[in-house]
Nanobody, 125 residues
């Protein structure tokens, strides 16, 4: 059974940075898509960034392109989300998720079967 545990959330001022971590344990070889999603108060959950095992290909939501970077450390079995130039609109609960896809890693939460418990990010002055 796959388990995902997020950490690294917190409160930061606009323009600041945070790095989220997602520690993966269990049968990670059964998954090849690793995604970050977020849910702001009163809004639906949205995709932020995904990375594919092996190729390390990535994709990002338009709202975070150029500011966020997703990466994976295979030795540590950990997925990261480096967030720079944070804005108040980035305030949300951030979730790590895992999926298997034979062709690509779409930012479609419906294909992600494993989810972490989330870590809160608050951007405020």
């Amino acid at each position: 059974q796959l388990q995902l545990v997020e950490s690294g959330g917190g409160s930061v001022q606009p323009g600041g940075s945070l790095r989220l971590s997602c520690a993966v344990s269990g049968h990670s070889a059964t998954r090849n898509c690793w995604g970050w999603f977020r849910q702001a108060p009163g809004k639906g959950r949205e995709g932020v960034a995904v990375i594919r095992s092996g190729t390390s290909s990535t994709s990002y939501a338009d709202s975070v392109k150029g500011r966020f970077t997703v990466s994976r450390d295979n030795a540590k079995n950990t997925v990261y989300l480096q967030m720079n130039s944070l804005e108040p609109e980035d305030t949300a609960m951030y979730y790590c998720a895992a999926a298997f896809d034979g062709r690509s890693c779409p930012m479609d939460q419906l294909i992600y079967r494993n989810w972490g418990q989330g870590t809160q990010v608050t951007v405020s002055s």
